[in-house]
């Protein structure tokens, strides 16, 4: 995968994280707020992981 699609996928994870900590309950249909809130928290955990995997693969384009 590129490291642009890396990059994407971060922003999306981060985007879905919002949406579930703040709207979840009524979104995503979450039984309580404190469920909603942690599932954003466990979403918005992979952002960094993406990030890193995309800062990665831009390192291996950049060396070809």
């Known amino acids: 995968m590129s490291s642009s699609n ?6 999306g994870s981060i985007f879905m994280a919002v949406l579930a900590f ?6 995503f249909g979450y039984e309580s707020e404190q469920q ?3 599932v954003g928290i466990f979403i918005g955990l992979w952002a960094p992981t ?3 995997l995309g800062l990665r693969a831009l390192v291996l384009e950049q060396q070809k």
């Open 22 to 27: 703040v709207f979840g309950t009524t979104l």
């Open 36 to 38: 909603a809130r942690e």
């Open 50 to 52: 993406f990030g890193m």
């Open 6 to 11: 890396w990059f994407l996928i971060m922003i």
